[in-house]
Nanobody
Framework: QLKLVESGGGLVQPGGSLRLSCKAS????????VGWFRQAPGKEPEGVSC????????NYEASVKDRFIISRDNAPNTVYLQMNNLILEDTGMYYC????????????????????WGRGTQVTVSS
C-alpha cells in the first residue's frame, strides 16, 4: 500500500520549534518532489514549502521563509520540515504530498495534490 504519514506535530509556545516528518511507505520517495501544506481552522489551505526529488530546488511560502527549513533524507524515505520561531499563525493541520516537481507557486502544487493528502499532523502554537 502506497502512503505518506505525517508526524511530529504538537503544542508549542510562540518562539518554539517543531520538526515534522513525512514518511513514505510502499514506494521510494526519492523519485518525487514533496510538498508541505497546512490548513488553519476556518481558513483556506495553503502551501508551506516544497523540495524537488534531488533536493536542489526548494521553495517556501513567504511567511515561513527564514523560519522553516525543508529537507529530505532518502535513507529513511522521509522529508522533514523544521519549524523554528513559531508564531500563532502557524497553527493548523499540516499535510505532505508528492508531486513530479517542486512548484514555484505552491498554490498550483496544492491544487494538484490535495486529493492525496493523508491524516496530517496538528501543530498548535499557543501561549
Amino acid at each position: 500500500q502506497l502512503k505518506l504519514v505525517e508526524s511530529g506535530g504538537g503544542l508549542v509556545q510562540p518562539g518554539g520549534s517543531l520538526r515534522l516528518s513525512c514518511k513514505a511507505s510502499g514506494f521510494t520517495l526519492d523519485h518525487y518532489a514533496v510538498g508541505w501544506f497546512r490548513q488553519a481552522p476556518g481558513k483556506e489551505p495553503e502551501g508551506v514549502s516544497c523540495i524537488s526529488s534531488s533536493g536542489e530546488s526548494i521553495n517556501y511560502e513567504a511567511s515561513v521563509k527564514d523560519r522553516f527549513i525543508i529537507s529530505r533524507d532518502n535513507a529513511p524515505n522521509t522529508v522533514y520540515l523544521q519549524m523554528n520561531n513559531l508564531i500563532l499563525e502557524d497553527t493548523g493541520m499540516y499535510y505532505c504530498a508528492v508531486d513530479t516537481f517542486c512548484e514555484d507557486d505552491l498554490h498550483y502544487m496544492m491544487e494538484r495534490t490535495s486529493d492525496s493528502w493523508g491524516r496530517g499532523t496538528q501543530v498548535t502554537v499557543s501561549s
